[in-house]
Each structure stands twice: as C-alpha cells, then as structure tokens.
C-alpha cells in the first residue's frame, strides 16, 4: 500500500463515482475551456493581422508585406483547420456518451434479470 492510502498508489474510484463520469466531466469542462481560449486567440490575432492590413493598404503596400501577411493568414488557417478537429472530437465524445447512456441501460436492464441466490437456511 502506498502512502496515499490507495492500493497500488493509483486514484481511488470512490463507490459515489464508480463510472468516472466526475472526471469525464471535468475533462470535457476543460477541453471546453481550452477550445475557447483557442478560439479567443485567434480572434485577436486575427484583429490584429486585419488592423495590421487596412494600415498597409492606406500607406501603399509593398510586395513583401502582401507575402508576409499571406503567410500569416495561411498560419490562422491552419489553426482554424485545427479548431475544427477539435470540434470533430467534440462530435465523437457526443456519440461516445450516448452509447455509454445506451450501455448503461441496457447493464442495469440485464442486471435486474439476474436470478437471485437464496441463502440457506440455518440448520
């Protein structure tokens, strides 16, 4: 036993949340907080990189600029493409947590079928 008082030193599973739904919901919780910190990021680099452009655009541009900027647009795209992962991600634990609903039901539904054992009498 380790000195956490748990076997094996792992995290206990407290018999309140056997299942892990706590932990899956605070995993979701923060993926969610990651998304829109994500999300908040290239909003402000993409203002920025906007602002960056009208000013250029009013102060005549240079054919260097254009490629650079280019390139930083091609930067935001890509993380973009990212986010959309992410979001696919997000469609596949919804799919996962409505079969786990499914699974679940069906364990508690072949669990109250199980026949019963008797205890024996004393003699």
Do not use: W
């Amino acid at each position: 036993m380790s000195n956490d008082g748990h076997p094996g030193g792992g995290p206990e599973v407290t018999s309140d949340d056997p299942l892990g739904i706590n932990k899956l919901t605070m995993d979701f919780d923060y993926l969610m907080y990651k998304i829109s910190d994500y999300v908040e990021s290239i909003q402000l680099q993409t203002n920025e990189h906007c602002s960056r452009q009208n000013q250029l655009i009013v102060g005549d541009i240079i054919e260097e600029v254009i490629d650079k900027n280019i390139a930083e647009f091609r930067d935001l795209l890509k993380k973009c493409d990212d986010l959309e992962t992410h979001f696919d991600m997000l469609d596949q634990l919804a799919v996962i947590a409505a079969t786990f609903k499914e699974r679940l039901a069906q364990i508690s539904k072949d669990y109250k079928t199980v026949p019963r054992s008797k205890k024996p009498a004393a003699t």
